[in-house]
């Protein structure tokens, strides 16, 4: 299993509105983009950070999806005024060994 971890950090005042806006925005893009799970945290000490971790089969699906429209649809319900912290957006990979 592969496991693709996103971290974005929004504006403080903006927390709320950004958890919110992934909850929406996220929900028809995944249906269609083959990931076996999605779960989206954010550290209690920093309300403002999301992570996202998304589970696929193989990285080649990930990729496929990351270089695909559904990967730009996904993005689409995110409101226009809401900001990410200058270079804060960081994606990292993962090998999944047991659970």
Do not use: N
């Amino acid at each position: 299993m592969f496991i693709a971890i996103s971290q974005i950090h929004h504006r403080q005042r903006q927390d709320r509105r950004g958890k919110r806006s992934v909850q929406e925005s996220s929900a028809p893009g995944r249906r269609r983009a083959r990931i076996i799970r999605m779960e989206v945290i954010s550290p209690r000490e920093l309300p403002a950070e999301i992570w996202l971790l998304t589970y696929w089969e193989t990285e080649e699906a990930f990729s496929k999806w990351h270089h695909s429209h559904l990967y730009h649809e996904s993005h689409k319900g995110i409101p226009k005024g809401l900001k990410l912290l200058p270079k804060s957006a960081r994606l990292r990979f993962f090998e999944s060994i047991c659970s």
